[in-house]
């Protein structure tokens, strides 16, 4: 896949998790960890995956901390580029490419602590919830830039139908309500 095709992958990524929060189906980190491993076949569950994030958005638990969407874009950069059978050998790797992302991300928005980022909407649903929104988006574009920086290869196993999917407010409510009470 060309430089190119590859910037279009993240962009169609990044929208992707972005949906998965919009439509109220994911938090922030479920949402980027769901769209990478669905989209790039990275072999974990969708239980298995919300499971790795369910306590990483709002802050790490909701104590404010890490942003959720940053620290799910750590799991996504240790999930692809360790590499099978190479969490060891490529540790180096992946700590370089979570630098990467926390660097480009707190120059973009200031700061990766959820408490300092949320801090000018906390009193405005509305606004917070278009904040994170963002925040979501530009978290999974910047995961995705410097996974195919890394390694350009991984985007020949993009699967485009599953990245372009997009759900509308309604279904995602749906699609919520009905993973809750039946799984």
């Known amino acids: ?30 949402a980027i960890l769901l769209a ?7 072999g974990l569950t969708e239980q298995q995956a919300v499971g790795l994030t369910a306590g990483m958005s709002m802050g790490q638990g909701e104590s404010g901390c ?14 692809f580029l360790a590499g099978e059978g190479g969490a060891y050998r490529n540790s180096a790797l992946v700590r370089a490419g979570v630098r990467r992302l926390h660097e480009r ?38 995961t995705g830039s410097i996974l195919f920086e890394l390694r350009p290869a991984l985007a020949d196993r993009a699967d485009r139908d599953r990245a372009e999917a997009r759900d ?6 749906l699609r919520r309500f009905f993973n809750r009470l039946f799984r």
């Open 168 to 173: 509308s407010l309604g279904m995602g409510v």
């Open 105 to 142: 991300f707190k120059a973009v928005n200031g700061a990766t602590c959820c408490r300092v980022l949320t801090k000018k909407v906390n009193h405005d649903s509305a606004l917070h919830f278009e904040q994170c929104a963002r925040f979501t988006g530009d978290a999974a574009r910047m």
């Open 36 to 42: 990478f491993n669905e989209v790039l076949d990275g």
């Open 66 to 79: 890490l942003c959720g969407a940053v620290g799910s874009g750590a799991l996504v950069l240790g999930l």
């Open 1 to 30: 896949m060309d430089e190119q095709s590859r910037k279009q992958l993240v962009e169609t990524l990044s929208g992707r998790a972005e949906n998965l929060y919009r439509t109220r189906q994911h938090l922030c980190a479920d």
